[in-house]
Structure formats: C-alpha cells, structure tokens
C-alpha cells in the first residue's frame, strides 16, 4: 500500500509538472512557429501545430522596413543603464542597512520596502509631473529613472540574505590589517555576495525590458518608443500583420531567455535567499 501510494503521488507530481511545462512552453512555441509560416498558414481557419511552411520573409520585413532595430537599440539602452544604476545603488544601500550598526536601520529597511508595495500607477501622475518639471518627458533618462526608482526596493530586500550571511569577522579581520571601510566593502563584502548581485542584475534588466505602462505615458516620439510600444503599433486599427507581430514578440523574448540561462540559476537562488530570511 505504501509504495503503490508513493507511485500515485509521484505520478501526480509529474502530471503537474507536464501540465505546467505545457501551459509555460505553449505560448513561446505557438508565437515562434508563427512567426517562421508563410502568412496564408498563419490566418488559416483550421491552425497547424506542426508548421507546414517555412519563411523569414518576417523577420526580413520587421528588420528592414520597420522602426524595430531603433526600439530594440532604445530598449537595450534603458534595460543596460537601470541594470546598471540599480547594482550600484542597491549594493551600497544594502551594504548601509545591513552592515553597519546604526540605530533606525530596521526601521529604514522597512519605508525601502513599503515604497514597494505601491501600484506604479498610483505613482505615475506625480512622476510625469516631475519629469515634466525637469524637461525628461519623451528622453530615454525618464524611464531609466522611474525603471530604477520601482526596482532598487525590491533588489535591497532581496540583498539581505547575501549581506548577512557575510561574517563580520572578516571585515573586523581586514580592519585590523588598515583596510577602509571603502575597501573592505569592494574587496570582501561584494564578491563574497556576487550570486545576489547577478540576481539583481537580471531582476532589473527583465523589469526594465519588459515594462509597458509608463513607457507608453511618458514617451511621445515614435524614435524614442520602446520594444513593448514599438510592438503594440504594430497592431493596426482595422487589421493586423500576425507574421510581423509574431516575430517582432519571437525576438524581443530572444535576450531575456538568453540572459535568464546565463544567470537564470542566481536569480532563484536570490528569490529563495531573502524569502527565507
């Protein structure tokens, strides 16, 4: 009874795991097998699984007679510098809450999290305001700033576990040895907390990349939109071009899977380490 229990609970945990990789995997398949049919199989009544054309006329089409290259470059721009900002911001705002001994430092940890909580839609009239303000409106900068100002919070918290679980008798040890503060953190504490940081990394990278919302509020230039504007133009008021939509989806998923594979196994691990915490 015990093993036949076993096997029925082992079965159970495979389906589930089998319906989930199909309910994820589907979608991706559906979008890049689309995007390499000719365009009669893609509005075809009856869809084909299998696909039984093969074309790039696509994605010749979406790189040479649309504005995709120039939202890609805009994306990877913003996504590259909010990556960037939001290490070195979290990093040493993580290495203040966490590290040094100082009284307010739990407290200070807690309003670093609670500006997590709000929607960015509560926020976006008051920052269109300020960026209006400062003449950011339709720049690269502006979303560069709000993509920082929504991650940083969540890439502190998620740096908590790193910083802690680094000894302070090695930082007292090099201490002792005439090391500054400075110096201790860049050669000590930061490289022994390198799988957090990676896990920000892509954290900030993926949040940026794929943000929507205020990319299309405070961006009004069609040489400024990024790749999930630029995407959503393509689809017209009275039809829509499938095959142009489907690979223009196919590559602007292409550098979060590649970058999620490279790192992928640090982000987890970064997700886990402060959930336990």
Avoid: C
């Avoid at 082992?10 to 398949?29: E, R």
């Avoid at 305001?129 to 003449?135: N, T, Y």
């Avoid at 990024?226 to 998923?253: F, K, S």
């Amino acid at each position: 009874m015990t093993d036949l229990a076993g096997l029925r609970r082992s079965l159970g945990v495979y389906l589930s795991v089998a319906v989930l990789l199909i309910v994820v995997i589907a979608p991706f398949y559906w979008i890049f097998t689309g995007s390499i049919k000719a365009p009669q199989e893609i509005i075809a009544q009856v869809p084909t699984l299998i696909p039984q054309s093969f074309t790039l006329e696509h994605y010749d089409h979406l790189l040479a007679s649309s504005a995709f290259p120039r939202y890609l470059l805009n994306s990877t721009i913003i996504a590259a510098l909010t990556m960037v900002i939001t290490v070195v911001l979290a990093s040493l705002a993580a290495y203040g809450i966490y590290r040094l001994r100082f009284p307010g430092s739990q407290f200070l940890f807690k309003i670093i999290l609670v500006t997590y909580a709000f929607p960015s839609i509560l926020l976006l009239v008051p920052l269109y305001g300020m960026l209006s303000q400062v003449g950011l409106i339709d720049s690269l900068w502006a979303l560069v700033i709000v993509n920082v100002t929504f991650a940083a919070p969540f890439a502190v918290w998620m740096l908590q576990a790193f910083f802690r679980a680094v000894p302070y008798e090695l930082e007292e040890a090099a201490a002792l040895d005439g090391a500054g503060r400075l110096r201790v953190m860049l050669r000590i504490t930061l490289p022994l907390t390198a799988p957090g940081i990676a896990s920000i990394a892509i954290y900030a990278f993926i949040t940026s990349w794929t943000e929507y919302m205020l990319a299309s509020v405070l961006i009004i230039s069609d040489a400024n939109r990024t790749l999930p504007v630029g995407l959503a133009g393509i689809i017209g008021q009275y039809q829509v071009d499938w095959g142009l939509l489907l690979a223009g989806a196919t590559l602007t998923t292409l550098p979060v899977l590649i970058l999620f594979g490279m790192v992928g196994r640090n982000f987890v691990d970064g997700l886990t380490a402060g959930a336990i915490k």
